[in-house]
C-alpha cells in the first residue's frame, strides 16, 4: 500500500529568515468589474478598465467602484515576500540550489510542478545538506509501508 507522506517523515532544516519583517497589505480585496452585479456572466473578480466615453467609473465620480492604482502597490521592501520571510526561488534540478547557497536566509526554494518524484527526493535531500528551506517538500511524494 501506498500512503501520502506527511510532514512527521521529513526532517527538514530549521532555517530562519535573516529579518522577518511584518508584511502590511494595503487592500487584500479584488477589485471588482464594473456592472458585474447585473450579469452572471461577468465575474466579480476579472477587472476590466473602463473605456466607455460616459463612464462614471472611468471618470472617478463620487460613489463609484475603486479602480487599481499605482498607490495600492506593496512596500518595496515586502514585496514579493512568503508570509515566512523569505523570497521564493523556483527549482528544477538539484544544481539549481546551488545558487541558493550563500542565501539560504533570504531565499527559499520552491520545487517547479514538473519535476518527477524520483528527482524531488534528490532535491529535498541536498536542500537538507545545504540547510535550504523548501517550501512544498512534501509535494507529490509517497512511502511504501511494509506490512
Request: proline share 3%; charged share 30%; aromatic share 10%.
Amino acid at each position: 500500500f501506498f500512503f501520502w507522506l506527511s510532514h512527521s517523515f521529513i526532517k527538514m532544516a530549521k532555517v530562519t529568515p535573516l529579518k522577518k519583517v511584518k508584511i502590511v497589505k494595503k487592500r487584500t480585496k479584488s477589485f471588482e468589474r464594473h456592472q458585474h452585479q447585473q450579469f452572471l456572466r461577468i465575474s466579480r473578480s476579472s477587472w476590466r478598465k473602463q473605456k466607455g466615453i460616459d463612464s462614471r467609473v472611468r471618470r472617478r465620480f463620487k460613489g463609484t467602484i475603486p479602480q487599481p492604482a499605482i498607490g495600492f502597490g506593496s512596500d518595496k521592501a515586502t514585496r514579493n515576500l512568503l508570509p515566512n520571510g523569505f523570497y521564493k526561488f523556483v527549482v528544477h534540478s538539484p544544481k539549481e540550489l546551488e545558487m541558493l547557497l550563500m542565501h539560504n536566509r533570504k531565499y527559499c526554494a520552491e520545487i517547479a510542478h514538473n519535476v518527477s518524484s524520483k528527482t524531488r527526493k534528490i532535491i529535498v535531500e541536498r536542500a537538507e545538506q545545504l540547510q535550504i528551506k523548501v517550501t512544498n517538500a512534501t509535494a507529490k511524494l509517497r512511502i511504501e509501508e511494509s506490512t
